[in-house]
């Protein structure tokens, strides 16, 4: 049997199925304010939205594009706030509108609305509240208390009048998460500080309290441990007992330690409180006394986000998954599991009391049954009353009570019992009848009254009859209220109340004479009457003639009931009424005119006479009347001008009805009457049909009548929807006639579909008082220039000044260029460009000025920009070019001022000043700008100086080239003075690399022999010496080497490399001996002669390192790595240790390798040194300087060495080096390869690696250490992308026993999830099938049941299979399971409660089978369960088909009550089978759907006479009297006979029987049969068949009450004669009198007097004949009972 569970869980919908990233289903991107929506921020691709979701229709999500910080909704509407920044705006999404917005001082950290109007804002400092309504700001309601600093503020909850406020914040503290809570008074003004992580407020009545209180809640989890606390804050309300305090623990699980409370909600219909934590466990409690009520885990993800589930009192949230959930109290189970499962029947009993719940019906019989034993009867009746669903409110209850002696000094049980159930509520039907049969007893009528105005009674047709004996009128207040409509009836007429008869009467099928009744109706009132009336035609076939009708109010002159009755009648508007309608309009009109208008108003007759009714409407002043139904235009005209006497919104419909041509000159005849009075509805007029009118013309007729107001308000009303220009030109033009300045500003700066220059020469004519419109328009379409000359010439400075200050600064350069156009004061541009502190280029301004060339005006203005630090490029440029022009110090400033742009400043100078323009140029390296003025100007030996220290290759390249006309000239001064005024030999050894790029060998070779050799003052210049070697080099080679031994002071070692590169292999070697520069000497001999002998020699003969390094590496480059080191070593030089090291490992020298890098690291301890020395001492298996070395001091990368040995399967070193650097998962992975499953075991744990755990894992595994691969499995299996690799490890190797084990151990885990208890529930499907069955039990929720049911059916475990469709709901599938394999899956308990459930309806009839065949007698016991649900006419067949009906006789008579036909036939059979007589008369009598006359024909033919006496019974309920009274005869059923004799009516049937009877000679049968068929018997027949059989004794007693019959009808015939007379004597003498006496009740003397159509009795509405004892119902003219 399923588990009772207290709770109802429900998944509502999954976030990321509507396409929400789960990267944003989080804290900081998702928020819930309530129930209703659910709201996030995403960024989809670039841009940013918010995700809206309606839980109502989650569906379809709204997204919108929006860019916030955070995003809440209203918990109620369609508003969200907004928070970017500081920013908070609120925005109504259904009205498309901004509500409030406001920016804040401080950072908002926290948000949350608090009601549907108003928001929660957190700072670092304080809390505000922010209300909706009108204007308000945010208002500071409390500083944040000191113990929230550094918290992050989770939640903020408020009670229901925010009278108590509360803050909540978490921190890290001592490795774990810390709540901090603020708890406000607002009345107190005052702070707590209180420890906790949830919490909550509510407003709850305690029980035996008469208000409510606000009780506090809040749970902690601190190192103590968890605990819950509900309190009572604020006083007590009056009356209210003190809530004692309640402080009880909150129990988290061994495996969630660091667990803590996240939310808290509160279900006060149920008084429970849910408490929900960062592991996703729910607790419930109970909220008076702190019981824990349940406690599960229901997400195995955080719910960071929760709200109130209002609709089921419990509690949604979201988990970081996406779910959904909701949690409440399932109220079907809750009592019961309190009851039952928590032992707790006074908790079961409270909660069901308190929320009117299901489950406690034992318990409160129980408890009510000891107390009324004890004799306490208050508070019995207080357990009967409170007992839920009325369990306890029966007729039993009440006979114990009346049956109870009353004790001493107390009201009776009974009265107490009553007094409990007026004070809770309402009685119910037979509560009521009981309690007010004693009162009406005691004539306490207004008792009665108070109780029904209270509606304490359910009122019923008892209770209403028990009244009407005392009053009628309250009876008839009950009979309404229990919708008795016969009752009604009856009470309405002795009541007088006739208005109300013919609702009832309709219902009741009376057809009285209503003419006669409404004219008695009449008399009693004319609005009765009217009533009345009305009643008699309001159906689609009047029961009266209306005309008729008619003539009877105007019999009595009554105009206004005629009116009103017509009205009624005529709503339809059937052509043939038109008279009618004619005659009704006439006469209002004639007599009241207000009515006829209301009448035509409402456009109800259409069939009348218009043109008459037209001039009696214009008659009666009614002019709007008279327009609807006038024709003629000039009747129209004639009463149209007069709109003071019109409505004027139906004037203006009424122009909808009007041509277009109509329409226009009746608008012309309306101004010309008079403009002033009709201009505003002229106005409406044209705004509403301008489409159909045309706006051109309305625009005409305005300005025909010169009427700009009009114009203004008509263009008004349609500019903001009309794309024509000249709309918006003519109402710009209308405004400003009108003054309307501000609108013309608006829609000159809003509308885009004026002609601007139109508008711009409109508005400079209007000479308006205000030109901020003209400004307006000229700045968005670009009229500045124009703007400023005509506000110059028209003496309107100011407004340049507001339009460059206010409007738009961006526009100061065209603004001063227009005034520098018309000749304006240098002062005021310069007064206004100071003024100006906006954002506008200064590039403009001054290209506007020095267009005009008054470049020196913004002098003032540049310099001071450029003493406030500015370092705008443009101002510096601007006050360059002022300089240049002034020549004050230009090169000085062009050398100094680091601002201005070389470029710009140098070609504002090409043509004023060459040499300026050289040095803004030579400045900024303007080369090509600076070449070509050079060129243009010859100023080549500026270049040629700029061009030597430019020391720019492609530069020389540029101007050397050979199409240079000004080569020539450019080498000359580079020649004679560039080169020799530069002390910087690499000027000169770039010139000269450029020389002989440019292939110039020969003149420069020419002239510095012609300066070196001749002993000139520059024969030792050592750039000249350079120079002329260099030449050579490139020119002569066969005289280089005589210049180097016959110069000196040359630079050797560059000449060398220049000699290198020319291949002067020897030369450069004699440069480099000449000067000791023996590195580069051997470096020759290595690299380019190729001489390593020769190059040894050299070393041996000059003893240098670097030449020994030189060698070396010459050494390494031949491979000859023994020698390389050596050479290295005599160096002593360790820089090349990277190339050694590879050498050596490519050539396994490790041992050289070693003596190498000790050396390198004694010179410097480089990382790679040590690195590689260790990774070589570990090459040459020295372990133990190994170990000496990575605990001394170092820079290795041991790390890095420990991995290339453990690759390189040097274990050892390599867990020593692991072991070292702590690398916790490389060492465990070493020591699996060395065995040490243990240790290896060990540091896995200390590495905590995922990837680690398997290694480690799988080589215990190999090595058969199960134990410890158990172990590493645990930290395995909580991942489930890594569950199915383990699994198939374990598997391929045949260890099932093992991993099972393994599996079982983590079930216990706190990360346990769905693959762990799936997986192992498939392998016990496949390897221990016998524990599969307990497995699911325990964890079916847990599992993935669809890959479990495929396990299950492929390992054959039907009863297994079984379970996990129940489970699944796949209960089609369960049933076949079972069916098809029987013998393991079967259970009957089982069967029976999931066929219950299945949707396919042919498995019902596959189980009948199934049982038929497998279990027989169980049989019956599954038809009870399928009763409501089988067709009882197929199920009959297929037991008929197979002969098992008999089987299944318990069946029948269950579903018998259903009076199937194929079930009566079927059970009749059996009956007749078994010979049960009395039960097949039974059936017959409950039950007649069947064939009667078949089971009679079968039943005539049967041995046993009972069986032939229902055959003849059966033939008189079918009416076959003949068959019947014969069979009887035949099996001498004499009594039967008789009475179906009698029954049939019939007199043929009983004298026949009469006379067999006397030939039978059946004496005392013929006496009997007299009286039998008394009514049927002729007496002459009777005394004829006694005579001649001689049996007048035995007819005597017969002919005695025939006598007596005929004396009774002879004395009432005397009797009516004398009555009849007395009638006509009377009748006689009233006549002669002439008089007619007067009656009190006029209507009922009309009824009775009435001779005109006599009314036939009607039969009485069934069920409610009831007369009350002792009461006659009223004489009427027809009647009300039958």
Known sequence: ????????????????????????????????????????????????????????????????????????????????????????????????????????????????????????????????????????????????????????????????????LLLIGISAQQNRVVGAMQLYSVDRKV????????????????????????????????????????????????????????????????????????????????????????????????????????????????????????????????????????????????????????????????????????????????????????????????????????????????????????????????????????????????????????????????????????????????????????????????????????????????????????????????????????????????????????????????????????????????????????????????????????????????????????ILGNQMFTHYDRAHIAQLCEKAGLLQRALEHFTDLYDIKRAIVHTHLLNAEWLVNFFGSLSVGDSMECLRAMLAANLRQNLQLTVQVASKYHEQLGTATLVELFESFKSYEGLFYFLGSIVNFSQESEVHFKYIQAACKTGQIKEVERICRESSCYDPECVKNFLKEAKLTDQLPLIIVCDRFDFVHDLVLYLYRNSLQKYIEIYVQKVNPSRLPVVVGGLLDVDCSEDVIKSLIIAVRGDFSTDLLVEEVEKRNRLKLLSPWLEARAQEGSEEAATHNALAKIYIDSNNSPERFLRENPYYDSATVGRYCEKRDPHLAFVAYERGQCDMELIKVCNENSLFKSEARYLVRRKDPDLWAVVLEENNPYRRALIDQVVQTALSETQDPEEVSVTVKAFMTADLPTELIELLEKIVLENSIFSEHRNLQNLLILTAIKADRTRVMEYINRLDNYDAPDIANIAISNELYEEAFSIFKKFDVNASAIQVLIEHIGNLDRAYEFAER?????????????????????????????????????????????????????????MARKKARESYVETELLFALAKTNRLSELEEFVNGPNNAHIQQVGDRCYEEGMFEAARLLFNNVSNFARLASTLVHLGEYQAAVDSARKANSTRTWKEVCFACVDGEEFRLAQICGLHIVIHADELEELISYYQERGYFEELIMLLEAALGLERAHMGMFTELAILYSKYKPQKMREHLELFWSRVNIPKVLRAAEQAHLWAELVFLYDKYEEYDNAIITMITHPTDAWRDASFKEIISKVANVELYYKSLQFYLEYKPMLLNDLLTVLAPRLDHTRAVNFFTKVNQLRLVKPYLRSVQSHNNRAVNEALNSLLTEEEDFQGLRASIDAYDNFDSISLAQKLEQHELIEFRRIAAYLYKINQRWAQSIQLCKKDNLYKDAMQYAAESKESEHAEALLRWFLEEGRRECFAACLFSSYDLLAPDLVLELAWRHGLIDFAMPYFTQVMREYLTKVDELAGQVKVDKLEEAESKRSTEEGSEPTSIVYGQQLMLTTGQTPVAPQAGYPGYGYTAPGYAPPAYGFNLQP
């Not at 569906?59 to 369609?78: C, E, G, H, L």
């Not at 059937?574 to 004639?590: A, D, S």
């Not at 240098?1104 to 590496?1113: D, F, H, I, K, Y």
């Open 1102 to 1158: 000059c003893g240098e390192g670097p030449v020994w390094s030189q060698l070396a590496r010459a050494q390494l480059q031949k491979n000859l790595v023994k020698e390389a080191i050596d050479s290295y070593i005599r160096a002593d030089e360790p820089s090349a240790y990277m190339e050694v090291v590879d050498a050596a490992s490519r050539n396994d020298n490790w041992e050289d390798l070693v003596k190498f890098l000790q």
């Open 1 to 164: 049997m399923a588990q009772i569970l207290p709770i109802r869980f429900q998944e509502h919908l999954q976030l990321q199925t509507l396409g929400v990233n789960p990267a944003n289903i989080g804290f900081s991107c998702l928020t819930m304010e309530s129930d209703r929506f659910i709201c996030i921020r995403e960024k989809v691709g670039e841009q940013n939205q918010v995700v809206i979701i309606d839980l109502s229709d989650p569906s379809n999500p709204i997204r919108r594009p929006i860019t916030a910080d955070s995003a809440i909704m209203n918990p109620a509407s369609k508003v969200i706030a907004l928070k970017a920044a500081r920013t908070l705006q609120i925005f109504n999404m259904e009205m498309k509108s901004k509500v409030k917005a406001h920016t804040m001082t401080d950072e908002v950290m926290f948000w949350k609305w608090i009601s549907i109007n108003t928001i929660a804002l957190v700072t670092d400092t304080a809390v505000y509240h922010w209300s909706m309504e009108g204007d308000s700001q945010p208002i500071k309601i409390f500083d944040r208390h000191a113990s929230l600093a550094g918290c992050q503020i989770i939640n903020y909850r408020t009670d229901e009048p925010q009278k108590w």
């Open 191 to 598: 702070s707590q500080p209180i420890e906790g992580h949830a919490a909550a407020f509510v407003q709850y009545k305690l029980e035996g309290n008469p208000n409510l209180s606000t009780l506090f809640c809040f749970a902690v989890r601190s190192q103590a441990g968890g605990k819950l606390h509900i309190i009572e804050v604020g006083q007590p309300a009056p009356g209210n007992q003190p809530f004692a305090k309640k402080a009880v623990d909150v129990f988290f699980p061994p495996e969630a330690q660091t667990d803590f409370p996240v939310a808290m909600q509160i279900g006060a219909k149920h008084g429970v409180i849910y408490l929900i934590t960062k592991y996703g466990y729910v607790h419930m409690y109970d909220l008076e006394s702190g019981v824990c009520i349940y406690m599960n885990r229901i997400s195995a993800e955080t719910i960071f986000v929760t709200a109130a589930h209002e609709s089921t009192s419990g509690i949604i949230g979201v988990n970081k998954k996406g779910q959904v959930l909701s949690v409440c109290v399932e109220e079907e189970n809750i009592v019961n599991y309190t009851t039952n499962v928590l032992q707790n029947p006074e908790l079961g009993l409270r909660m069901a009391v308190r929320s009117d719940l299901p489950g406690a019906e034992e318990l409160f019989t129980r408890k009510f049954n000891t107390l009324f034993t004890q004799g306490n009867y208050a508070e019995a009746a207080k357990v009967a009353v409170s007992a839920p669903k009325g369990v306890l409110r029966t007729s039993e209850t009440i006979r114990r009570f009346q049956s109870a002696p009353a004790q001493g000094g107390q009201a009776s049980p009974l009265l107490q019992y009553f007094g409990v159930l007026l004070d809770r509520g309402q009685l119910n039907r037979l509560e009521s009848v009981e309690l007010c049969r004693p009162v009406l007893q005691q004539g306490r009528m207004q008792l009665l009254e108070k109780w029904l105005k209270g509606e304490k009674l359910e009122c019923s047709e008892e209770l209403g009859d028990l009244v009407k004996a005392a009053d009628p009128t309250l009876a008839l207040s009950v009979y309404l209220r229990a919708n008795i409509p016969a009752k009604v009836i009856q009470c309405f007429a002795e009541t007088g109340q006739y208005q109300k008869i013919v609702l009832y009467a309709k219902k009741m099928g009376y057809s009285p004479d209503w003419i006669m009744l409404l004219r008695s109706v009449m008399r009693s009132g004319p609005d009765q009457g009217l009533q009345f009336a009305q009643m008699l035609v309001q159906d689609e076939e009047p029961l009266a003639n209306i005309n008729q009708v008619v003539d009877v109010f105007m019999e009595g002159n009554l105009v206004q009931q005629c009116t009103s009755f017509l009205l009624d009648v005529l709503k339809n508007n059937k052509p043939e009424e038109g008279h009618l309608q004619t005659r009704l309009l006439e006469m209002n009109l004639i007599h009241a005119p207000q009515v006829a208008d209301a």
